[in-house]
């Protein structure tokens, strides 16, 4: 029988080798300038075909809408969702240069496509020859004008690479022929309707034309919609894309809406195979020029029975590849639910072999428990004994204590007689003008610690009263700041003798407030006497009073905050819960719980 470990191991072993023979995913991101017109939309179609052939690419695609700063923006969220390669259509060069180049700069590949930007920062560049295409398209306006005629130029972005390109190809072909001018161009920003506006303006202002060059074919039919509507049919239209499709450029010409249209490949297709080339490191070209050809009245219902049969047999490979796409997703299940079925195999080994081995130890430790519960069971009668001997003890003790208690009552009625005959006197010597001053303060002090001594001798009377729950709060209305004052006075000799600065602070000479005057003066004494008793030498002392809005809407608008610091050692936070335990000591609280655990084991 194998270990339960080595059981383990060998399931661990299994899962990594499924994991490293797990085909690793590659996300593509792909930032598009517009999806406005057929032609980008054509691209994206182009791409998704390409993609069924690559099932470990994923792309995510975002749309700019012909806006420089969102296309900007859709780049710097493309990197946070961490993509292994870019794909960007930029919408204009120069401004989305920098950004290209950060991407570029950051280890991942760039792949521009369609219009190219201001640096060679990049990996590969897919798209078709804008100059020879502009070329190509003036040599063409020259025939059908036989060298003679005036043209329209629509442009499309005057930042993009495309228009800029198209325009220095289409001016130097037509340098060639002095009796072809062009008397206007307009920038129609790549879409149907500026186009229409513009051409619009045109036939406004009455210009003349034989022919009109748009740079998509889109822009072309919109020119050529304007022209037919007022009533100017007789001219040549010509565009540029030839996309298929009943919005395409080839079934304009069809149509007799353009006279010629010329190929620009979307260069879809050929993007996302240098994307396979470039993440499985297989070589491939940098720079990736696309072919043209005029589409006219001679060829386009040829080209367009060709690409009829091609999207044909792409939709037939389309359904294939779905068909496919499910047998393989039922074999992957097959798989998986081998896989699984051989964990649980190795799982149902593993839980055998621990159930065996805990069945072992169970019977071992019914054998231990056995033995401590006899060991429990006499310990449990040694400590029953032991807590019949405390509760006797207790018994015992509050017997005691009932009996100290009715001595201290008793014995205190004894000293109050020779007490009150002390202050009798001494208030007598303190009326008396014929001692000294510093004579009469002593009598003060001695009057006032023999009253305070009265006091406590009562206050051990009224511990009786308490026990009984007959003790009552005798408030009165008092100046609290002459009632602190005078408990001060009491402690000035004392903290002299210690070196002690003893201070009262109050910004009031008089603040009235209901009290117990015997009780307060109680919690005042015990605070300081414990403040005098943990200050050093040279330390310091104060009481200070506070007036303020109470937290809590009483009978008062006022409260007063009585605050007693001093600079001794303070007490350790883990004793803070015991202040107001009676008789509790932090010097001796370790003693006493090490005293009260061992007397609990019938040890101490």
Request: glycine share 6%; proline share 3%.
């Amino acid at each position: 029988m194998i270990s339960t470990k080595r059981s383990i191991s060998l399931l661990l072993i299994f899962f990594m080798s499924y994991a490293v023979y797990a085909d690793k995913k590659y996300i593509i991101g792909f930032s598009q300038c517009t999806s406005a017109d057929i032609w980008r939309e054509t691209m994206h179609r182009e791409m998704l075909i390409e993609l069924a052939f690559y099932p470990e690419l994923e792309m995510i695609m975002k749309d700019a809408n012909s806006d420089n700063n969102q296309q900007i923006k859709d780049i710097e969220d493309l990197l946070k969702q961490g993509i292994d390669l870019l794909i960007v259509s930029p919408n204009e060069s120069k401004p989305l240069t920098p950004i290209v180049e950060k991407v570029f700069n950051s280890g991942i590949p760039v792949i521009v496509i369609d219009r190219n930007i201001t640096t060679e920062a990049y990996t590969a560049f897919v798209g078709g020859n804008n100059y020879l295409i502009g070329k190509e398209a003036g040599n063409y306006a020259a025939r059908l004008l036989n060298g003679k005629g005036r043209i329209i130029e629509i442009t499309g972005l005057p930042g993009s690479t495309p228009s800029i390109d198209r325009h220095r190809g289409f001016q130097e072909s037509l340098s060639r022929f002095p009796d072809i001018s062009i008397v206007k161009s307009v920038s129609g920003k790549w879409n149907w309707s500026d186009a229409k506006t513009e051409m619009q303006k045109i036939i406004t202002e009455k210009i003349d034309f034989d022919l009109v060059f748009a740079y998509n074919d889109v822009m072309a039919n919109g020119a050529h919609s304007v022209a037919k509507e007022n009533g100017i049919e007789n001219k040549y239209y010509l565009g540029i894309d030839g996309l298929y499709g009943e919005e395409g450029g080839i079934q304009y010409v069809i149509n007799g809406m353009l006279d010629a249209t010329f190929l620009y490949p979307t260069g879809g297709e050929k993007a996302i195979q240098i994307v396979h080339k470039i993440l499985k490191n297989l070589p491939f070209e940098r720079e990736n020029l696309l072919e043209t050809v005029v589409i006219d009245s001679t060829n386009a219902k040829i080209i367009k029975l060709q690409t009829d049969q091609v999207l044909s047999l792409q939709g037939k490979i389309e359904n294939q590849n779905s068909v496919l796409e499910e047998q393989i997703s039922r074999f992957q299940s097959q798989r998986d639910l081998l896989i699984l079925s051989l964990v649980l195999l190795g799982l149902n080994v593993v839980l055998i072999v621990l159930v065996l081995r805990a069945f072992r130890n169970k019977i071992k430790a019914n054998k231990k428990l056995e033995l401590q519960k006899q060991q429990i069971e006499r310990r449990n009668n040694e400590i029953s004994k032991q807590r019949d001997q405390l509760i006797e003890i207790t018994e015992k003790l509050e017997e005691a204590t009932k009996a100290k208690l009715r001595f201290f009552t008793n014995i205190s009625h004894e000293f109050r007689t020779p007490l009150t005959l002390i202050v009798g006197p001494l208030e007598d010597l303190i009326q008396s003008r014929e001692f000294p001053v510093e004579l009469q303060k002593q009598f003060n002090l001695m009057h006032r610690n023999s009253l305070r001594l009265l006091r406590m001798i009562n206050q051990l009377m009224d511990f009786r009263k308490l026990e009984n729950e007959k003790m009552k709060l005798q408030a009165a209305e008092y100046n609290i700041v002459a009632f602190l004052k005078e408990i001060h006075e009491s402690f000035v000799e004392h903290a002299n003798k210690k070196n002690i600065d003893f201070q009262i602070q109050s910004k009031e000479d008089k603040i009235f407030l209901w009290f117990d005057w015997d009780k307060l003066d109680k919690v005042i004494f015990n605070l300081l006497a414990n403040a005098f008793k943990f200050t050093p030498a040279g330390g310091k002392i104060t009481i200070q009073l506070v007036k303020e809005k109470p937290v809590v809407k009483s009978i008062s608008d006022e409260e007063v905050l009585i605050r007693i610091t001093d600079t001794g050692r303070g007490i350790p936070k883990e004793h803070l819960i015991h202040i107001f335990d009676r008789f509790y000591q932090v010097e001796q609280s370790q003693d006493l719980q090490e005293q009260a655990r061992l007397a609990l084991q019938g040890i101490y």
